[in-house]
DNA sequence: ATAGAACTATGTTCTAAAACACAAATATAG
DNA sequence: CTATATTTGTGTTTTAGAACATAGTTCTAT
């Protein structure tokens, strides 16, 4: 399904937080380790239980990691964007990926083999504290999604699924529309509730003057009260 | 509340997972920057928005992290047993602690500065690579942890949890007896529920043969089951 | 040793959210 | 450009689990 990037990409620029960190010796191995793939619409990129490979770099488009619960249910576990990395979780933990990873939209992504990364960051303090820090960071969110997803109610956890895809995504032109087309069951899946509750939720939210909706694309009328009702509920 | 422990530790023992990859004088550094503090039962170690200054290595006792939620709800994210460290990641992340940590009973806990053990790994890969694996294996179980809290009913939450118990503390000399005295509000905060809904489910399982109960001592009868009920719910 | 506090147990009521059902509106493939 | 599949929207029913109430029990501090 994914296809090799044809066009030259600049790493130096779109890799440049770990490449700003390493030497010339090992910029060069990994200009010749990198390899660039593109994935369409709902292409998976990688799944539960395989053995991880790479480290992941998105250069263009969304993506989703999830992870498929109780009776096929999903729940999406954190959503990426551009310049950021992901998949080296598993490898560093010797485990099977838990996860799956799959595109919201077409996507550019770079692999590099995770052996290389780790060849590097033995050697580079800087390197090594990059990841440390890009993990401790993602296992606080975990830590307080834990939290928000079983402690808030519905209209508390859709309205902080709002909040956190205007601050993954940001907003369109309009400075108030979200900057991402996702389907109910996304939204649902990523806020731990059924298609129905997203739905109905988010109607409420229109009657309230809090969002608007037109098809898939959500409008943010009252971020004030959004935020409200994200700590309230 | 912490006292000074006074009795000699030997570091190279009870710290053996890090002091195995230090040279001698890192060693020497981390013997004369290392205090070994006393907790009580309930004591805290640490709070929430404070700022992180130690690494912690639990020598002796048993710990909970958790985090208070909606309402003063407290949920129990993780615990630790003697020869784990915790309490760096806020560090790691730059962050104040999102988590508090209290002692489920008496403890023994090794502080050691985390600016000595930055200075450290930015060095020693083996010991960047120990900490990227303890951070890497936590947010996977982190991540299984969302989905098992939000998806599974209260039956599989609690069971799910009592083998979490016995595989975290192991049992006691008749190879039953789960090793440690929890009350059933901890319990019911490490599986997200109230306390009623712990000590009924908690019946349910005596009624069913699959534990035993004398006051907190919990006798785990079927292990099979348990691991089914967890399952399956 | 004993009073008071905290914990455990169990029954009852209430409610948020899931499950279900179906119609209408949109996407997508051929 | 249709035809079919998927997604969206709403109303209704059901249910798991929270909330509440109260009593008995066990800690724990003085």
Redesign the pocket.
């Known amino acids: 399904m994914p296809r090799k990037k044809k066009d030259v990409i600049d790493l130096s620029y779109s890799l440049s937080d770990i490449w700003r960190m390493l030497t010339d010796v090992e910029r060069e191995k990994l200009r010749n380790n990198a390899r660039v793939l593109q994935f369409r619409k709902n292409d998976l990129i990688y799944l539960e239980d395989e053995w991880p490979k790479d480290l992941m770099c998105l250069f263009k488009g969304k993506v989703k990691i999830y992870k498929s619960g109780v009776?096929g249910r999903s729940q999406i576990i954190r959503i990426v964007r551009p310049m950021q990395y992901f998949g080296y979780r598993a490898y560093f933990a010797r485990e099977q990926y838990v996860t799956a990873a799959s595109a919201f939209e077409a996507c550019t992504v770079c692999m590099i083999p995770m052996e290389l990364i780790e060849q590097f960051l033995r050697e580079n303090g800087n390197l090594a504290l990059f990841f440390i820090q890009m993990l401790s960071v993602d296992l606080g969110i975990a830590d307080q999604r834990v939290v928000s997803l079983t402690q808030?109610?519905?209209?508390g956890r859709l309205a902080e699924s709002l909040l956190f895809l205007k601050e993954s995504y940001g907003l369109e032109e309009d400075g108030a529309t979200i900057n991402i087309y996702l389907?109910?069951?996304d939204l649902a899946n990523l806020s731990?509730?059924?298609?129905?509750?997203a739905?109905?939720t988010?109607?409420n939210f229109v009657n309230e003057r809090i969002i608007a909706?037109d098809?898939?694309k959500i409008k943010i009328i009252d971020e004030e009260r959004l935020h409200k009702v994200s700590r309230i509920g």
Do not use: D, P, Y
């Open positions: 009776g808030k109610h519905v209209r389907a109910r069951e731990n509730m059924t298609t129905s509750n739905i109905r988010l109607s909706i098809g898939r």
